[in-house]
């Protein structure tokens, strides 16, 4: 919104850089990439900082089909290096978080409500999908006024990175459950979309949340974003435990963020009628996600079942930003490991083969 | 709403009625019942018209599981013979249509927004599932005053019987649908249901309406109630066709209105991310009913899948009326078969083995 | 929901009790009045803990009319005395809190998803309005089952009393207000139903809470209930300074709770285009209040003007007492003033004449 | 969303254009302008038909301020003349309408959901506002792929310049009137807007339609467009009427669509409460437009004031389109009168002061 006049351009600009790259099925590795140009509504964000997504192990192994030389990543933050001739909130020299997913703001789908959809089903998912990601250097972002935001001083980039994808994913699980004050939740598997959904949850006013997770420190990160109990599924059966626990009743809102079939199934289950299921799991594989049958009513128990893609957008994220400002909540409880972007390997086998407790790897430029 | 003086009462009320009931598993015939009671805020109506429904048969056939003297049906009009202490809106006298679903309005599911679905899932369903039906000579309403209403002078009973479960249950389709003026809309079958589907997106302002047919009679009659294009399936892939139709994007709105998991299958692929699914068929068979995972956006392409059961409720019934007082649809053109309550077997038979192109035989009492 | 068999009554019921009534315009008062009898649908229970409103002030100053002999208060816990014989999820001796607004379920307006105005505007609102009212050592509830709620042992009667009516209503108005996660809102006037809401906006996830508040002891209170910024009217514009805290942009809700024009406009001024103005404060004089035309974008700048009045339910009142059992607030810091029941003159007087920076009167029976 | 190639341009593109516009306060008149320059989002139309607003004669008259050779009108179709570099949806030589309102879609307001508020409120009215109109041989469209849409082959150019405004305007009345089927519907006056309200009205369903309008050939229109009962304001009070045709209850929804503070007075009287007051009437003078206190139920009645400048966009556009190709209205019955644009200033004489019952005067170029 600021609108100085812009800072003069370095004057040898950098022709090439490096990338973490997907180099085919299995393979990844760094490369040199000639730098992004900005097209007149786009800008080039320099990287500072990234986290690493389980979504991009899913890629490498084949989960959106082959891809070669495509650069991974889709969360970052950096220093706004160049915009186009169009642009005019942002200039170089700006501290912004970029959207995980960027979405074409003229499309039809996003005049309907649905940008993430944005040019087709998941169209808004551009990085590391139909364009190169994050893990580079130097990055493009389309319709730049519209996908990134300054970071205000009193947001560490640290906890800002956290905005792009983790924060808007598990805050739109919650929102899309419809969960009322005083409200009962489930949520299904604490990984860092689940724990967002639960400390979603809490933003929302939930009056139980009860979040199914079997392994310990993240049961415990759980209750520190707001679980009020914790089912852990491989001692008992979360269904009965969480029908139980609402008299027979069942939750006002399930909340899928593990994308198997089995949880989908118990988050139907532990709904009442007239609740929501509220998916936010990637579904990877098989052919089909199946519904229980009794369970959902015989197709008439007014229970709705929600999907999503991460919101993108930057009112979503100033948002998101602000409930940073006032330390709502902490998002780096899940940065338990930091690398250096010359570390890039090891941070990516880490999340790929989910050793050491890993949530959210940490990259820094 | 009329406060006449009430009528006395006939001197010497009767002890017992006929009904036709389920005698068992596939089993069904007339039998002596004493007249039900009120208790104070209920009502007994004498039975005027009454109309088969297909899931009378299901009932039959054992989808509610076992059953025994159990009185058949849920459509019906009558005239109102006896109320409650606490009745305060009619008067034995009153021409009356009742809901097939009769709500508990101070359940915590009715407080919740979702009355159908009151002390349980699908628990506002009471006639021939939990307590005894319509096909009698007396019936029971509990909640009097807020489970029927007056039938307006231009209306007739004939007309007025279509507003207990097919128009309620059809317009709940499209209204769930969410389907914006102009929107599309597909529609698999064309069955009662399905019919007053396709007539209430009509009603909604739907911009293309897509009927999936194969019956030519059903089909005529989609056309007469709103359809732009039938499709029968029986010659082509309605999946295909659609989305061709639709320049391959896909419809704003889906409705199942079969029951199979075949049709729920193709709804989910007709619809473009960002559109909604409206199950209204009843899924009577197998343990799960899938949805396509990819068709479903690895559950993340917003397409968003609603059920429900049939609305009940004096307002509704009178906002029903209403579109019948305006001549804004025929539903009578569904009526191809009239028997007098002493033919019911027959008319049951022709409902049960779907004879001559049967949709909603009428019984006159 | 437990139903044990009913404890033996007391064997000599009381025929009489006091009463803390409004004798006439501008006069208040004990009076003996004999105990409320319960119809079949009704309980009678006898009062422990209430809570002094200031509207209890404006009805004895003429605000609804002339009334005579009606006792105040709708405010009320206490422990079942008797119920009616349809009666199911209660019985004599249950701890109870009972909503202010206890509406007709199945009326209309509540079958159209607005109970408080069942039965005509505001016509939940029975409690010292059209029936006696809580300030009684006992009062009659309407359609029990629905209208009232247990308390849990882990809540205390001091604080299960604040969901009657404050917590209900306060948090409806951020209800109202549809907060975005990490949205801006701003709260004019923080007495009990303000504090509340901010409470309310806090709860669903604000990312920045404008206070409007001149009173010191307010202020603090409006902070620890979740206010990030509290603007003293008395020393600055409120509306400048939103403005500019929002970056000219304004603010996502506006919540109006205070029930003079002045602040319903300065609402609408401080809203964004597209934003909510909530209103929750009751307007008790002149004919007109007025929307200022500019700000209000000449009638088209999709500003909503929400309203509304306390939501009652056994539903409602349950998610309340989650909230509290959670200790996700403490309501109990707006009580500054305990009173014995023999003391209710008192208690009045001080509501009355605002002393003492008095928020909320407790009563005990 | 055809992508032939684009046909090689005009040899010698013309330098000037002629344009009727706003001279100053109370003047207009042709003036010749340069024609307008694509950027790279946009496009230029050559104007083929446009339809005179009363808006246009309230900007002549001072409502927006003072403009100075501001080129007037809003409603237009034409033929693509040239397109920007990022264009991707049109080429020159397509047949299009263009909305009245173009937004901004990647503003923060779009991404909130209001994208007529783009930028600030009403932003997305640029026409004859903040830039150039429409009465020009060629005018200029913003982020043209998303703000207008291919006119099919089975649409008359005179029915398809209806989209731009008034069916987009008035649909929207309805829309946001929140009708149920079958729900009751106040529309206060039968101007353009009005009627194409009250058509909107029978689109959702409705099932009575009270239109206020005492002027004969608007009446007819109005029962035409689906009025069922037309109330002649000059002839009797059209509160005490509607709320006695409602049994005294009131209307679900009351729109107004004149901007008078009378007409909005009456909608908040004939609302009943949970109901829906749908302002799109332009209220152009007073610095208040004063709500009845108690008819607005002392603001506790949850009577909901809406209000809203017309959606534009492709999809809006297509649906609309979708409506005029399935002839479920024709709002050329409201063309009453046709001028070439040479004789602009005699259609806008008419227009500015209501002569001969005119409704919409087309221009033809």
């Known amino acids: 919104m600021t609108t100085q006049p812009a800072p003069t351009k370095p004057a040898a ?6 990338a973490f790259a997907m180099l085919g099925l299995g393979r990844t590795g760094f490369v040199q990439k000639p730098l992004p140009v900005a097209g007149p ?55 912004v978080v970029v959207g995980a997913i960027t979405p074409d703001w003229g499309s039809e789908e996003a005049q309907n409500g649905f940008p993430s959809q944005s040019s087709g089903a998941l169209g808004g998912w551009k990085y590391a999908n139909i364009k190169d990601g994050v893990f580079a250097e130097y990055f493009h972002v389309n319709e730049a006024d519209a996908n990134m935001a300054l970071i205000p001083p009193d947001v560490a980039s640290e906890q800002a990175v956290y905005c792009a994808d983790m924060l808007s994913t598990g805050f739109m699980a919650a929102e899309h459950g419809e969960i009322p004050i005083g ?15 639960t400390a979603g949850a809490r933003l929302r006013g ?37 029908i139980a626990e609402t008299s027979g009743i069942g939750v006002d809102t ?19 009628p007239g609740g929501t299921i509220s998916n936010v799991g990637y579904h990877g594989s098989d052919d089909y996600v199946a519904i229980p049958r009794v369970a959902w009513g015989v197709g008439m128990a007014d229970k709705t079942i929600r999907t ?27 940065t338990m490991h ?4 010359e570390d890039m390997n090891k941070a990516f086998e880490i999340m790929d083969r989910k050793l050491d407790g890993v949530l959210k790897p940490l990259i820094v430029f």
């Open 254 to 272: 399930a909340i899928e963020a593990l994308g198997t079939e089995k949880s989908f199934q118990q988050c139907v289950e532990v709904t009442k």
């Open 338 to 341: 930091t690398f250096g972007f």
């Open 183 to 197: 409200g009962t939740v489930a949520i299904f598997a604490q990984g860092p979309v689940g724990l967002m959904a």
């Open 13 to 18: 600009p950098p022709k090439a850089m490096r």
């Open 41 to 95: 509504n786009d800008a080039i964000v320099k990287t500072t900082h990234a986290l690493v997504c389980t979504s991009d192990s899913h890629t490498v192994h084949g989960a959106i089909g082959p891809r070669e030389l495509l650069t991974l990543g889709h969360e970052a933050v950096g220093i706004v290096y160049a915009v186009g001739s169009e642009v005019r909130r942002f200039k170089p020299g700006d501290r």
């Open 206 to 242: 939930a009056g139980r949340i009860f979040a199914v997770e079997s392994e310990p420190r993240r049961a415990d990160l759980a209750r520190e974003f707001g679980a009020h109990l914790v089912v852990d599924f491989s001692k008992e059966d979360p269904v009965a435990r969480i």
């Open 308 to 334: 999503g893609l991460c919101p993108g957008g930057s009112l979503r994220l100033e948002r998101l930003l602000r409930v940073l400002q006032q330390r709502q909540l902490d998002p780096t409880k899940m």
